[in-house]
């Protein structure tokens, strides 16, 4: 299943608040998008409807608040959007547990920014050299790049479409 | 198809291998059966969202998401059927070396107190806590065997006021980073005596494996370098060397099978042809005799193996007369610290657990045992992000990420694993409901912890703050522990050893109470499992157990 392009804009918009940029690549632009869409394919799936559900009702929440499709919201708008959906406060009928969504929102964002790059996101390990875990270009003792490419178990499904 | 052998061992993880490795050297044609396969290096892999450490959607290293389900209680009585990597499972990998093939290597010994709890403390309502059948002295000589055999790296004299020992370790410890100048700094200030942490680590080459190479990934991963001493690298390859042992892999033990008169006489397996990636219903039957069966499994798959090997001779299962198989199931709560430092704390250079305090393990006011305290494994971003943020961050938005940008460096942690005092009601049973892909009725996993521990576990948390106040933190966070079922990776006590038939299962060598020949050698025989991490002690018991089993049952035969 894919994402509506309604359902893509919107999650483009909402995972550059869960994680915006500032001196640093927000998420979208460190690739979690890509991250996400390989993880709708594979281990999402079970929570995609959920997923896609409370993108359409983020959409009709920011309608509802604010006239306007939440991509075009200014940041402190779309920030306002979320912090009320976190709350529980939902001016419209959800399909799925706001709170629910969220959390999957927050914590899917996460995953793609600060994982491994071998999953899509963290591009460049940009989040790595962030947070000083590894400094880019000079992998540390022992680091995939200085081994053989791992593969097979414990790895997710590829073949997911990017989004765009 | 039917082999015969001297002994059939279940399980390949510390014990296991080990026991394999002193019957084969002995002579010995062991069968060694383990339900996983040999991983490599890359099939473990570095995937920071399904390792053994942090299993959001899978794990590393086994057993494999599906096809391997057991059943948990909750508090509250409700059951639900959950999956190898989800945490209620209290999952330790399957694969050849289990635990050991992704641990952490802490290699601490037992102190002389914890061999006897119920002694030094009596035994609160409600608990079984007791004393060990055996003494430190008892396994003194095994904990010095492991620490040479497989090679642990640590500083003896700085630990002489923890244990008793005759010999040093053959490595030297793991070297300071920015973090134990600061912790040690701290301790010295609240005049706590500390220590490096003692690793199965090669610091130095040492078994003609080579040393570590310092990454960042040593728990819940494999090592680039084999510098990480586990069953697989050390104990099994000797094994197969002697030409004596016979390593089955995809082997899932079904049940230990008896003879008319109830004596064990084999074990029936399952073999998956063309390993575990098969569909269901490949499998291949089969059976083996042998004079001696030892189970190794880990506590829980141990017990489970036990009780589903019911017979007209053992209607509640192989050593169960008593309903004690099973019960006691003790890991550890595990208290955390966090804390905030104004200059870098994280230099990159792993393992990253290099100091720890043995202060508080006996001899704390209205608290039975205690804990070790250490500082901490390098944690990936994304499981610092799951774990080790303050509560009152913003889980997202700019100050989230502001956070992890500036203070993932700077932030300090201590962790510990806290005695269990263990509970009866704590255990594993069977679900006749619930089947594995080979048939096979699974664990169920009910009850908790007494809440001893958590006051035991409450009293390290506040210690685990005192620690970081004084080594320079301006702020530190934790949360208080609950009262929840302790198993994990540090699974102990199942099938607790005794004098008495009816309130253990073994005696003190591992051997099942009225069988000649039937023996549980794991962390299944720990009648309570230490403030630290036990793996040591399951290698000096198998070590201990493994030398009996040759004197008393090969030895006088072959002369």
């Known amino acids: ?164 | 198809m039917m082999t015969s052998h001297d002994a059939i061992i279940i399980g390949t993880g510390a014990a296991g291998g080990i026991v394999a490795c002193v019957l084969a050297e002995a002579g010995k044609d062991v069968l060694l059966l383990e339900r996983g396969p040999a991983l490599s290096f890359s099939q473990v892999g570095r995937d920071h969202l399904r390792n053994q450490r942090l299993s959001i959607y899978g794990h590393n290293a086994g057993p494999e998401l599906e096809g391997n389900p057991r059943v948990f209680v909750d508090p509250a009585g409700n059951a639900r059927t959950v999956r190898p990597h989800e945490p209620d499972y209290h999952n330790n990998a399957a694969c050849v070396g289990g635990g050991t093939r992704v641990y952490g290597a802490q290699a601490w010994r037992f102190m002389p107190a914890d061999f006897r709890m119920a002694s030094t403390y009596g035994v609160p309502e409600g608990s079984s806590l007791a004393d060990w059948p055996l003494t430190y002295d008892d396994v003194e000589p095994f904990y010095e065997r492991a620490e040479w055999e497989l090679g642990v790296a640590g500083d003896g004299p700085a630990l002489r006021d923890y244990v008793p020992r005759r010999r040093d370790y053959p490595l030297p410890p793991v070297p300071p980073s920015p973090q134990t100048v600061a912790l040690k700094r701290g301790a010295q200030q609240l005049g706590w005596i500390t220590s490096p942490v003692p690793l199965l680590i090669n610091t130095l080459p040492y078994g003609r494996r080579d040393s570590c190479i310092a990454c960042k990934y040593c728990v819940g991963f494999a090592c680039p370098t084999d510098a990480k001493n586990g069953s697989h690298n050390t104990m099994i390859p000797r094994a197969l060397a002697t030409g004596h042992c016979k390593l089955v892999t995809a082997a899932m033990a079904d049940r230990i099978e008896t003879d008319e008169e109830g004596k064990v006489n084999g074990v029936s397996y399952f073999v998956q042809e063309g390993g575990l990636a098969q569909e269901r219903g490949k499998a291949e039957a089969h059976t083996a005799r042998a004079k001696i069966v030892i189970v190794s499994a880990g506590a829980i798959e141990s017990a489970r193996l036990l009780l589903n090997s019911y017979s007209t001779h053992h209607p509640n299962g192989l050593g169960n007369e008593y309903d004690q198989v099973g019960r006691n199931l003790q890991g550890h709560l595990y208290p955390r610290a966090y804390g905030l430092m104004r200059e870098k704390v994280f230099n990159g250079i792993g393992p990253g657990v290099t100091l720890a305090t043995t202060q508080f393990n006996h001899g704390n006011l209205g608290v039975i045992g205690g804990g070790m305290l250490a500082d901490d494994f390098i944690k990936p971003p994304i499981d610092f992000w799951y774990d080790s943020l303050p509560p009152d961050l913003p889980r997202w938005g700019l100050a989230n990420k502001r956070f992890m940008r500036d203070n993932y460096t700077r932030v300090l942690h201590v962790r510990g694993p806290v005695q269990d005092v263990p509970s009866p009601e704590g255990r594993v049973t069977i679900d006749r409901a619930v089947r594995d892909r080979w048939g096979i009725p699974v664990a169920r996993l009910s009850g908790s912890t007494h809440p001893a521990t958590v006051v035991a576990a409450e009293f390290m948390r506040s210690r685990g703050e005192e620690w970081l106040r004084a080594s320079g933190c301006e702020r530190v966070w934790s949360w208080r522990p609950g009262l929840v079922l302790s198993g994990g990776q540090h699974q102990a006590g199942t099938c607790r050893m005794g004098h008495d038939p009816k309130t253990s299962v073994t005696d003190k060598w591992g051997r099942v109470h009225n069988h000649d020949n039937f023996f549980v050698v794991d962390g299944s025989l720990h009648v309570t499992n230490g403030g630290f991490n036990p793996v040591l002690t399951i290698m000096a018991l198998a070590f201990r157990s493994a030398a009996h089993i040759v004197r008393a049952y090969f030895q006088c035969a072959t002369g």
């Open chain 1, 1 to 164: 299943m894919r994402l509506t392009r309604q359902q893509q804009q919107t999650l483009r918009a909402a995972v550059d608040r869960i994680i915006p940029p500032d001196n640093y690549p927000g998420a979208w632009q460190s690739g979690v998008g890509d991250y996400l869409a390989r993880q709708f394919e594979s281990d999402l799936r079970p929570v995609l409807d959920d997923y896609c559900a409370g993108l359409t009702a983020l959409e009709a929440e920011s309608v509802a608040r604010f006239q306007q499709s939440f991509n075009l919201l200014s940041d402190e708008e779309q920030d306002t959007v979320l912090r009320h959906i976190e709350a529980g406060e939902v001016l419209t009928a959800w399909d799925v547990a706001p709170c629910i969504f969220f959390n999957l929102l927050v914590n899917t964002t996460a995953e793609g920014f600060y994982t491994d790059p071998e999953q899509g996101g963290n591009r460049n390990g940009v989040s790595w050299a962030m947070t000083g875990f590894e400094e880019p270009g000079s992998p540390s003792p022992g680091s995939p790049a200085r081994q053989p490419r791992w593969g097979g178990s414990g790895q997710p499904a590829w073949g997911g479409g990017h989004l765009q």
